[in-house]
T-cell receptor, first 117, second 116 residues
Framework: AQSVAQPEDQVNVAEGNPLTVKCTYS??????LFWYVQYPNRGLQFLLK??????LVKGSYGFEAEFNKSQTSFHLKKPSALVSDSALYFC???????????????FGQGTTLQVKP | GAVVSQHPSRVICKSGTSVKIECRSL??????MFWYRQFPKQSLMLMAT?????????EQGVEKDKFLINHASLTLSTLTVTSAHPEDSSFYIC????????????FGPGTRLTVL
């Protein structure tokens, strides 16, 4: 069965410092991986995705994520955090339907990023 | 772009009434739309998947007679919460996909439903 784990409920980082939000996944076959950000009382905004190709994916607002197949991880990173990056971040995975995958988008439990001035 | 809107953004209703939430893809045709429910500080739980012109596919544990979904066109899906009760109070989010399984879903801003 496909699943996503975000091991940290909250990540705290000082403004200007690099940030990492962790995500690991489980899926049969090749995964489609996504990161979304949610601000309070808002829907999700797409940040970036990995489908195939280069393991380092660059997305919106200076975020990037690295696909690591051997570690089944897709950590979200940013070289220099901003206070405005403070939000709830969701990792999601979709596996090709069949072989234990539903073909649906499965979300992690979310990680709250707090960037302090 | 790929913009998805939801209406209303916030609704308060009395127990026993029905509430309709609209989800529209504004600048693209959405072959598939999804409805999620999110409790405070929790992840999104998929309720149902709807394809234009066909019946919605509901997730296990979701009552299809209580949460009526209609996807009448490629730009509009509606979720009707029938005979709402306080436990139905939640944040409902829709998303739309342009088609291929690997394409990202574009999310609406969500609807906060409060049932008194």
């Amino acid at each position: 069965a496909q699943s996503v784990a975000q091991p940290e409920d909250q990540v705290n980082v000082a403004e200007g410092n690099p940030l990492t939000v962790k995500c690991t996944y489980s899926v049969s076959g090749n995964p489609y991986l996504f990161w979304y950000v949610q601000y309070p009382n808002r829907g999700l905004q797409f940040l970036l995705k990995y489908i195939t190709g280069d393991n380092l994916v660059k997305g919106s607002y200076g975020f990037e994520a690295e696909f690591n197949k051997s570690q089944t991880s897709f950590h979200l990173k940013k070289p220099s955090a901003l206070v405005s990056d403070s939000a709830l971040y969701f990792c999601a995975v979709r596996g090709t339907a069949g072989s234990g995958n539903t073909g649906k988008l499965i979300f992690g439990q979310g990680t709250t990023l707090q960037v302090k001035p | 772009g790929a913009v998805v809107s939801q209406h209303p953004s916030r609704v308060i209703c009395k127990s026993g009434t029905s509430v309709k939430i609209e989800c529209r893809s504004l600048d693209f045709q959405a072959t598939t739309m999804f409805w999620y429910r999110q409790f405070p500080k929790q992840s999104l739980m998929l309720m149902a998947t709807s394809n234009e012109g066909s019946k919605a596919t509901y997730e296990q544990g979701v009552e299809k007679d209580k949460f009526l979904i209609n996807h009448a066109s490629l730009t509009l899906s509606t979720l009707t919460v029938t005979s709402a009760h306080p436990e139905d109070s939640s944040f409902y989010i829709c998303s739309a996909s342009k088609g291929a399984a690997y394409n990202e879903q574009f999310f609406g801003p969500g609807t906060r439903l409060t049932v008194l």
